[in-house]
């Protein structure tokens, strides 16, 4: 079982940037995929981002791609999405997830976090 807790969200202008974190406990991230997700109010959820537990091999979303950077700190069990030049269309809530072996890059996914908002606005 693995207990994820995201945090970092928050309120920005657009061309901001905020960094979210993914905490674990109950299992060591080190065998996980990670990946981060986002739901906007009305659509349907969408992958962002994600990292490989093999080799930390990463893939972005074309819509973040060049803003947004996945990394982990196996150290602190924790995955990080850095997020910056954000745009009003990045508003929604982001979900971490993982999986031992998720199929595809976004998943599906076996353990998921609680969200966290992120509102981008002038």
């Known amino acids: 079982q693995v207990h994820l807790v995201e945090s970092g969200g928050g309120l920005v202008q657009p061309g901001g940037s905020l960094r979210l974190s993914c905490a674990a406990s109950g299992s060591t991230l080190d065998y996980y995929t990670i990946g981060w997700f986002r739901q906007a109010p009305g659509k349907e959820r969408e992958g962002v981002s994600c990292?490989?537990?093999?080799?930390?091999?990463?893939y972005y979303a074309d819509s973040v791609k060049g803003r947004f950077t996945i990394s982990r700190d196996n150290a602190k069990n924790t995955v990080y999405l850095q997020m910056n030049s954000l745009k009003l269309e990045d508003t929604a809530v982001y979900y971490c997830?993982?999986?031992?072996?998720?199929?595809?890059?976004?998943?599906?996914?076996?353990?998921w976090g609680q969200g966290t908002q992120v509102t981008v606005s002038s």
């Open positions: 990292i490989s537990s093999s080799d930390g091999s990463t």
């Open positions: 997830a993982a999986d031992q072996d998720p199929e595809g890059y976004f998943g599906p996914y076996d353990y």
